[in-house]
């Protein structure tokens, strides 16, 4: 696996595998890697030739008061856990290769709609950033496929939308949510809790699992399930950001005709946010 810094360097190295006739596959990320990433790797060595991925902790997707500066920095280990998924090329860019005349005279992508509520409102300009880095870093790799986790639900629908509003020849491959085994979704921001956070955590998801349950049992009082399960996550610890039930499709808030749902949360733990989702189709047998 080449790891290379520049996007000179990268357009070489993918128009080669271009001339090789390899199907091109990309796994954009953050680093701090743990399973749900190298999971993403995976998907995409089963499902292309040539896979890249890369590292870059994007300012732009950051606000003012977020863990940019703090956000964990692992290259070595990561260059280990992309070789051993299965990637043959890195792409680490400084903020200068990707933003050469700074953040603030930069082009932005904005996506309405499925960007608006949830994260979009607990991080203003958030999405702005995903979807900006994201649209360079497809101009850059020009990837025939790229693979992303569930567990951001709503970054994917953005990363869907964006691609089909804006007629992007990338096929967008959604991942489902690696999990430990008492139920905590991965994330690089599991790495800021204590030991006594840690045990606590896994109380996000199973207040999901809950309002899920209640509902396949014919339950349709959505208000007072969302009640019941924040009330929860405070017992446990959490100080809850928002806790929404919407159809999965689309994202808008959910009927109660609705089959397709799904439970997406944000929760404070300490400093830490974390986030969580739960999709479920009624008309699925389980
Ligand atoms: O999900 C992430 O790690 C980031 O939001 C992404 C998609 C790499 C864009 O910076």
Redesign the pocket.
Known sequence: MNTVKTIRELHAAVAQARAEGKQIGFV???GNLHAGHTALVAKAAQRSDFVVASI?V?PL?FGPNEDLGTYPRTLAADQEKLFEAGCHLLFTPDVEEIYPGGMAGQTRVCVQGVAEGLCGASRPGHFDG?AT??TKLFNMVQPDLAV?GQK?FQ?LAVIRTLVRDLNMPVQIIGEPTVRAEDGLALSSRNGYLSEEQRRAAPALYRSLQQIAASIRSGERDLAKLIAIAQQQQTAAGFRPDYLEIRESNSLRAASPEDRQLVILAAAFIGNTRLIDNLAFDLDAVT
């Open positions: 954009p990320t953050m870059f994007n997707q995903v880095v994201v992303f951001d970054q």
